[in-house]
T-cell receptor, first 114, second 114 residues
């Protein structure tokens, strides 16, 4: 079935470590996004990519990095510069067509700093 | 920057009643809006969308109303069921040049009492 797969579902990070969250989609969507969600709050945009080999900072990009080497993949690295990384991370993709901008979400990765 | 926001963090309704969840948006250039449902620990799921050239759109048990004059969006759920209990987010998208990602509000938790 087509969809978006995020892995791992749960991730634990020691302070000072970088960790990479995986996001893969087989929907043939052009655009992919990373959002952060804190408890009881909405989704905040970290980074987005509208085309392969190109990406843009969102509202809270500091302490994060991304790459978009393949259309299907948009990994997010949470670096040691991110001071409060514990959160629920959601990846989404959207087809590039103007007539359809519905975002499909993965099931999320819950990152905890230990 | 401009943002989308919700007025009520929690809405409690009796099973069988109708629910109305409200959302205010501030970007007058936004031309596409979506309502998402998020269950605990899962990614958001698409419920219904509406474009700015429409005032109302109906789905199965759900209706979205758009008032562009006051920049207000609402989601109406008919005959609310226990399975409707979740957090609901509205999101806006601007599809002009320099297209960007969906911007989400902070969410409203809907609690359905049996």
């Amino acid at each position: 079935d087509g969809g978006i797969t995020q892995s791992p579902k749960y991730l634990f990070r020691k302070e000072g470590q970088n960790v990479t969250l995986s996001c893969e989609q087989n929907l043939n969507h052009d655009a992919m996004y990373w959002y952060r969600q804190d408890p009881g709050q909405g989704l905040r945009l970290i980074y987005y990519s509208q085309i392969v080999n190109d990406f843009q900072k969102g509202d809270i990009a500091e302490g994060y990095s991304v790459s978009r080497e393949k259309k299907e993949s948009f990994p997010l690295t949470v670096t040691s510069a991110q001071k409060n990384p514990t959160a629920f991370y959601l990846c989404a993709s959207i087809t590039g067509g103007a007539s359809d901008t519905e975002a499909f979400f993965g099931q999320g990765t819950r990152l905890t700093v230990v | 920057g401009e943002s989308v926001g919700l007025h009520l963090p929690t809405l409690s309704v009796q099973e069988g009643d109708n629910s109305i969840i409200n959302c205010a948006y501030s970007n007058s250039a936004s031309d596409y809006f979506i309502w998402y449902k998020q269950e605990s620990g899962k990614g958001p799921q698409f419920i219904i969308d509406i474009r700015s050239n429409m005032d109302k759109r109906q789905g199965q048990r759900v209706t979205v109303l758009l008032n562009k004059t006051v920049k207000h969006l609402s989601l109406q759920i008919a005959a609310t069921q226990p399975g409707d209990s979740a957090v609901y987010f509205c999101a806006e998208n601007f599809e002009g040049t320099g297209r960007r990602a969906l911007t989400f509000g902070s969410g409203t938790r809907l609690q359905v009492q049996p």
